[in-house]
């Protein structure tokens, strides 16, 4: 079993910046892919960046210029540096990691954004 847990989020306004956090725990396993998503109030949860196992990012449109990615493999580590944040932003972020070879996928508990004046 995997466990992660996100850290660094909170109330941030317009234009500003928050880095979100997510470790991994848990008994041996390889890495596929790990990164976030995010779960705007009333809609659905969908993709805001994620890394493969060879190191190639990937994020989703509104992310590309204002959010970086990135990872530490040896801690089992991933961090969202979050800039130039907009009201639309706002969500409940969630780390995703799915394991290698069996592609089963765990997810984070969830930690707010809220972007607003």
């Known amino acids: 079993q995997v466990q992660l847990v996100e850290s660094g989020g909170g109330l941030v306004q317009p234009g500003g910046s928050l880095r979100l956090s997510c470790a991994a725990s848990?008994?041996?396993?390889?890495?596929?892919?790990m990164g976030w998503w995010r779960q705007p109030p009333g809609k659905q949860r969908e993709l805001v960046a994620t890394?493969?196992?060879?190191?190639?990012?990937t994020y989703a449109g509104s992310a590309k210029d204002r959010f970086t990615i990135s990872t530490n493999n040896a801690k089992n580590t991933t961090i969202l540096q979050m800039n130039s944040l907009k009201p639309e932003d706002t969500a409940v972020y969630y780390c995703?990691?799915?394991?290698?070879?069996?592609?089963?996928?765990?997810w984070g508990q969830g930690t707010q954004v809220t972007v607003s004046s």
């Open positions: 848990g008994d041996y396993f390889m890495i596929y892919s």
């Open positions: 890394v493969a196992g060879d190191g190639a990012a």
């Open positions: 995703r990691l799915v394991v290698a070879g069996t592609g089963i996928a765990y």
